[in-house]
């Protein structure tokens, strides 16, 4: 099942070379924040709820002092 609207309560995680480093889930609106990365290359897997399909970018780059964003279609 695939939509384009926004999930709420969807699990969020970065992980490196298979190590979980950082979780958060989203907001009402799909919205999420996962703060104090260390810059470097990580995967970004989000895990919905309900009949909704998981989906992950892998090797994004997270750089120092700034805002990376990483959108899914699910």
Known sequence: ???SAAIANA????????????Y???DAAGNY???NVIP????????PPGPYVSDSVTNKQI???????????L
């Not at 750089?63 to 990376?68: E, F, H, I």
């Open 24 to 26: 958060n889930t989203t």
């Open 1 to 3: 099942y695939f939509t």
């Open 63 to 73: 750089l120092a002092n700034a805002t990376t964003t990483v959108s899914f279609l």
């Open 11 to 22: 699990n969020m995680s970065i992980s490196q070379l298979g190590v979980l480093i950082a």
């Open 40 to 47: 470097g290359y990580y995967d970004v897997t989000v895990t």
């Open 33 to 35: 924040v996962i703060n």
